[in-house]
């Protein structure tokens, strides 16, 4: 029998989504709204201990309306970790603002609290205090968030958390994403549990989510007829694919452990290969790994990165650049920035690993054979 294609990071259903879609069904609440969406809500507060949340279409859409929240003008300065996805970004320009990056610590991959400092004391001299902070938590690990939250309350600049990479972590024994006035998680295709589509918004203030809310259902005026004072969004989760949120909560944890367990076995493989590194775990915290990430030094290693990515490829195995920072990226050529070589050198060594937590033995063990094998033919 051939072998199966190996991706990234696939879905992996726990077995009471079907179940809980089934009542979706038999309620007929086929909609933006309805009893699942209320539960996941409420049960998603639960987990990560937040007093509101709001089920939307998506991360992304969750980032959006935390930018709306803070009515930001045109030309006003929203600072952001330069290692990221672009989604983390894109909504600043949205709402028509300007993004500052910061650069990444080798320690934890995350933004450089010293560099942030630099950033906000240097754009308050030019002029242009910051009107938010958005901190990604990458690839499963969370940020150092109290020294970022120090800051922010120092310099009266609104905190937003990216965690849509980092649910399931900690930082403290608390969750990412709940610090700072609120936070932002991503139940994308490829993330650690799944709606196929879909995010959540957080926060400890009700005014806010009530609010995001309301901007999400097209602002709609209480009145019987539809009014509107407000421009508005077509931003909801729909209710079938909360109840599919619901069962996937379920099984976080197991699926925290496998992907952790993918990591370790990464880590028992390589360990004899030169120049192999992996993403460090801050001590501060739990991370998931949700995609194991190593980086690759060519002059130890005798091969590189891409080489290593394209062998996969010949063999259907699935791997990624660790993402192209954002202060390299074309769309924000000439933002401002802090640093940027850290994360400059992460994605020209970075790689991240087949790590979904329903990868069996005999798959893991064909990527630690393709990878192997091209260290044996560099190395002659
Ligand atoms: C760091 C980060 N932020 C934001 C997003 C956006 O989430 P979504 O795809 O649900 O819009 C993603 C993933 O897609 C992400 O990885």
Redesign the pocket.
């Known amino acids: 029998m051939a072998n199966r294609r190996i991706y990234l990071s696939s879905p992996h259903m726990g077995g009471d989504e079907i179940t809980l879609v089934q009542e979706a069904f038999a309620s007929n609440w086929i909609a933006p709204l309805g009893p699942q969406v209320d539960a996941f809500e409420m049960e998603f507060s639960t987990l990560v201990g937040t007093k509101q949340s709001a089920a939307l279409a ?6 959006h309306l935390s930018l709306r929240w803070l009515n930001l003008q045109p030309g006003d300065e929203v600072i952001c970790s330069s290692l ?2 672009s ?2 970004v894109n909504p600043v320009l949205y709402e028509r603002a300007t993004p500052v990056f910061v650069d990444s610590d080798e320690a934890t991959w995350n933004m450089d609290p010293v560099l942030l400092r630099e950033a906000i004391a240097d754009r308050i001299r030019r002029g242009k205090r910051p009107k938010a902070v958005i901190l ?3 690839y499963g690990q969370s940020a150092d968030i109290d020294p970022v939250a120090a800051l922010c309350a120092e310099y009266g600049i609104p905190l937003i958390e ?1 965690a ?2 980092a649910l399931g972590a900690t930082y403290k024994g608390r969750t990412p994403g709940t610090t700072g006035l609120c936070g ?1 998680y ?3 295709g ?2 650690i549990i799944t709606t196929s ?3 959540m918004l957080v926060s400890n203030d009700s005014v806010l989510i009530n609010k995001a809310r309301f901007w999400a259902t097209q602002s709609r005026d209480p009145a019987p007829h539809y009014q509107h004072s407000e421009v508005g969004f077509n931003y909801r989760l729909s209710n079938v694919l909360a109840a599919i949120g619901r069962g996937q909560l379920r099984v976080l944890a197991a699926r925290v452990d496998a992907r952790r367990r993918n990591c370790a076995y990464y880590e028992n493989a390589f360990k004899d290969l030169p120049g192999i590194t992996f993403m460090p775990e801050a001590n501060y915290g739990r991370c998931t790994r949700w995609l194991t990430c190593i980086t690759i030094r060519p002059d130890e290693a005798g091969t590189d990165r891409e080489k290593v990515r394209l062998a996969l490829a010949e063999h259907d195995i699935e791997a990624r650049p660790v993402w192209k920072p954002m202060h390299l990226q074309p769309i924000f050529a000439g933002a401002p920035r802090y640093g940027g070589a850290v994360s400059a050198r992460l994605f020209e060594e970075g790689l991240c690993l087949p790590s979904g937590s329903n990868l069996t033995e005999p798959e893991l063990a064909r990527v630690v054979d393709v990878i192997r094998g091209e260290f044996k033919r560099a190395r002659g």
């Open positions: 998506s991360g992304t859409a969750a980032l990221t996805f989604a983390s990604v938590h990458i990216d849509a990479e932002i991503s139940f994308n490829n993330k589509g879909g995010g």
